[in-house]
């Protein structure tokens, strides 16, 4: 794979290429506009006229001056997404069940007024273990479901995550996307077929969402996806991530205790198979021990390279058939730039890649006081964006390309007060 290097279709001067970094096909895929009478717009192009935080004078991240490290940036990530306080997105929860008995659960973000049947709605994917709880998540909901831009959103929380326990013996897995594809008919079936639907990804859930929209091509209900912090290649980023004693036992070591966490909390349901062995899994000290003692088996790899082969987006994303933004930062300690598939990225005409210098996993923080997340930014454009592109509703007020910047600000200043309802939220029949 090629290393990214600055398209040359953005000049330094108009597009902040030194900042952030565009990759993409040299004739990416139209986009039309059906509000300005369906004319149509390259996507890279429109992305350009529509994404001010990727492109022209505002595109630049600059980081947090006390968290300029990898390491700083994603340790901070971890203590900032525990705190409830940030936001008040709160949740309405319906449980899941699919067709093999497994369950899992949606958590849908309670809006300030009620929402028409029809209003576009977000679609978002949690990280390893993560869940609707995670801040990382609420931030961009606090954005793009309260006013002004009022979308709908819902969390899907996979198996054993988000507080979820698990009814059938298997847990959270990168190569399962049959699961999202039930989660999908239960949402649509749920708000109407004709409602307009964008997914979003963060770190393993965007190596599942990009892997679930390479294997349906053109079939996926999802007009646009957005991909965060993606992994890509499961196994060379795992390898990448064991080769370092830092990384090994830092961060492998502690999404390991989180992965550990989940299994005890469904102990009880995991031993059901017979051919787990509990000492094994509690003696795992990185997710490739864990997934050694678990997730092969629960999943039937006879390895845990093959397991890891299978899960990997890598193999399909030259497949994706709906325009896909993918954001990942070249500094991310666990989502190594080294595995981010340039080559495949600038054959799909559906993808462009914007890579910042800085960043770290799922941190990207910026402002010395009260540091908040400068990803949110572009992953509502781009989401604002492709939504107006597609909205025929009569009626609806057209939003300008700065309201994610203003409402970004606006929030910035309130002081959030202890939440009411907990977080997660409480069950929920469906």
Not at 130 to 150: A, D, F
Not at 377 to 403: G, H, S
Request: with cysteine; proline share 7%; charged share 20%.
């Amino acid at each position: 794979m090629s290393s990214i290097k600055s398209n040359e279709s953005y000049t330094r001067e108009n597009h902040n290429i030194n900042s952030i970094k565009i990759v993409h096909n040299a004739e990416t895929v139209p986009i039309e506009i059906r509000y300005a009478n369906g004319i149509s717009v390259p996507f890279h192009e429109y992305l350009a006229q529509t994404c001010p935080s990727l492109f022209g004078p505002k595109a630049q991240y600059t980081p947090t001056p006390y968290l300029r490290s990898r390491h700083l940036q994603t340790m901070y990530a971890s203590f900032y997404d525990a705190s409830p306080t940030k936001n008040d997105i709160t949740y309405q929860r319906q449980m899941l069940e699919f067709e093999n008995g497994g369950v899992a659960s949606l958590d849908w973000a309670v809006p300030s007024s009620p929402l028409p049947e029809d209003t576009p709605t977000v679609v978002i994917l949690h990280g390893l273990t993560g869940g609707s709880h995670e801040n990382y998540i609420r931030g961009l909901l606090q954005i793009i479901t309260r006013p002004p831009i009022n979308y709908r959103a819902v969390v899907y929380n996979a198996r054993g995550c988000g507080f979820t326990n698990v009814k059938t013996p298997q847990l959270f897995n990168a190569s399962i996307t049959d699961d999202l594809r039930e989660a999908l008919r239960h949402i649509q079936k749920q708000i109407g077929e004709k409602t307009p639907l964008i997914g979003v990804g963060f770190s393993l859930g965007s190596n599942i969402l990009v892997k679930y929209l390479g294997e349906e091509g053109e079939k996926t209900p999802f007009l646009a996806a957005a991909s965060i912090a993606n992994p890509y290649d499961l196994l060379s980023s795992g390898q990448v991530l064991d080769q370092s004693y830092f990384s090994r036992h830092v961060y492998s070591y502690f999404m390991a205790q989180n992965l550990k966490r989940i299994f005890l909390r469904n102990k009880d349901i995991m031993l059901t198979r017979g051919d787990i062995d509990i000492d094994q899994v509690l003696a795992a000290k990185t997710i490739r021990e864990y997934d050694e003692a678990c997730t092969k088996k629960m999943s039937n790899y006879t390895t845990v390279n093959n397991y890891y082969r299978d899960g990997s987006c890598v193999r399909v994303i030259e497949h994706v058939r709906i325009p896909l933004l993918c954001i990942n930062a070249l500094d991310d300690p666990i989502s190594r730039a080294r595995c981010i598939p340039v080559d495949e990225i600038k054959v799909n005409p559906y993808i462009v890649l914007a890579a910042t210098k800085h960043g770290g996993h799922l941190g990207w923080f910026e402002h010395a006081c009260r540091p908040s997340r400068w990803v949110n930014k572009p992953i509502a454009e781009f989401i604002v964006a492709m939504f107006q592109a597609n909205d025929v509703r009569k009626d609806t007020r057209k939003l300008d390309t700065d309201v994610v910047i203003r409402t970004e600000k606006a929030i910035r200043k309130v002081r959030f007060p202890p939440l009411s309802n907990p977080i997660p939220p409480i069950m929920k029949s469906s």
